[in-house]
């Protein structure tokens, strides 16, 4: 699959180190499928819940067990202990126990899941691929204008190579439509949340090397 490589100055193809790359069939063209995509999205939103903490229940507190009142006369209810959930410092009744959320899945599965979310984006005319991410200034208005000219959509996900662009990092953190990840980030849950999905060159070429890896 053939691809052309435009430029962040204009969104115009870049002539000057090639306007088109080969993105390679078993990584881009593969067919997607949307119980694949489910089971990879649900295992992310799984395991990236924080674990619950567990509220001390009248068995938990520290207090006395000694009855402190009478059991008739004194004109009140009848109460055993100060541990009872309806005093100030007493258990919590029916809290909330402490559970860890953790999923497992083959790895297999979420390689395949990672190649069909890219696929989906490439067949679905949703992918971009820029030569660079370099910024002259680095500033917000600038990215803005640039931006203007090479048809995002109302989000897009950008992907570099192996380290951020930092100018363009500084530029786009004021940007709620754009956000920026590592090559090494790359998830299925981002890349199909987002309208379209950017990569540069460098983000092409270390994807291709972590799946032939």
Do not use: C
């Not at 959320?101 to 297999?108: A, E, G, I, Q």
């Amino acid at each position: 699959m053939k691809v052309k490589v435009q430029s962040l100055d204009a969104g115009q193809k870049n002539t000057g180190t090639g306007g088109d790359i080969e993105l390679k069939d078993e990584i881009f063209g593969v067919e997607p499928r949307a119980d694949i995509l489910h089971r990879v999205v649900t295992w992310q939103l799984i395991n990236r819940r924080a674990p619950a903490r567990a509220a001390r229940e009248r068995s938990d507190v520290a207090r006395t067990g000694k009855k402190f009142g009478r059991q008739k006369g004194g004109g009140t209810a009848r109460h055993g202990d100060r541990r009872a959930p309806i005093f100030i410092g007493g258990g919590k009744a029916h809290g909330p126990r402490a559970r860890v959320f953790v999923s497992s899945l083959n790895k297999k599965i979420r390689q395949l899941g990672l190649r069909m979310a890219l696929s989906s984006k490439a067949q679905s005319g949703q992918l971009i691929v820029l030569d660079n991410l370099d910024l002259k200034e680095g500033k917000t208005k600038e990215l803005r204008t640039k931006l203007s000219s090479l048809g995002f959509g109302k989000t897009a996900l950008v992907i570099d190579g192996d380290a951020l662009n930092v100018g363009f990092a500084r530029a786009s953190s004021n940007l709620g439509s754009i956000n920026l990840l590592p090559a090494i980030g790359a998830n299925v849950y981002d890349i199909m949340r987002h309208d379209t999905l950017v990569l540069t060159r460098a983000a092409v070429e270390t994807l291709e090397a972590r799946f032939n890896g």
